[in-house]
């Protein structure tokens, strides 16, 4: 008879009820929140892996001058440099330069302010090559082409709730590139 009336009371109480709906509603609203906290992890990850790129190009300027064009072969050094600026973001060692960066060539711009490569490219150790006719008239322009370095910089992102998060969908790793012109 006590286990009919407990059954009883347990099936028919009202004890309990707010609590067992503020589980139901939480467990319904956490999701969404863990999913706005990931990307906003992702966002400022991304942010800080395009200010390592900036950094990186902002090595090139601060350590090199247009005298020492190309950087990539007048220019001791200047790896090491754009390395430990990439690194300095909150990211730190886990951002990294893309094989193969830092990457130089001549450029001119076209009439759509896109850059198009008109040497060869060149790296740490085999710098580019000027192209023969050293104008960009097939471009539109009177300018003589330019010199720039591009450091491109990547981050392997990985969701903090990578089991309920949206932000698994997300593209990883997280590649950015940034230029600078050095003559």
Do not use: H
Request: aromatic share 8%; hydrophobic share 40%; glycine share 8%.
């Amino acid at each position: 008879m006590t286990d009919a009336r407990s059954l009883r009371g347990f099936l028919f109480g009202s004890r309990g009820a707010a609590a067992a709906e503020f589980a139901l509603i939480v467990s319904i609203l956490v999701v969404p929140l863990l999913n706005v906290i990931d990307l906003a992890v992702y966002s400022f990850r991304k942010v800080q892996v395009e200010l390592a790129a900036e950094a990186g190009a902002q090595a090139v300027r601060s350590y090199c001058t247009p005298l020492q064009s190309p950087v990539t072969a007048n220019c001791p050094g200047v790896l090491g440099q754009i390395t430990s600026a990439v690194q300095s973001t909150s990211l730190g060692a886990s951002v990294s330069l893309q094989t193969p960066s830092p990457v130089e060539g001549y450029y001119c711009v076209d009439g759509n302010n896109n850059l198009q490569l008109v040497g060869t490219l060149g790296q740490i150790g085999s710098p580019p090559v000027k192209p023969n006719t050293f104008n960009c008239s097939a471009y539109g322009s009177s300018a003589a082409p330019g010199d720039y370095v591009q450091v491109a910089v990547t981050y392997a992102y990985t969701p903090v709730f990578s089991s309920v998060s949206v932000a698994t969908l997300l593209p990883t790793p997280v590649v950015r590139t940034a230029w600078y012109r050095v003559g």
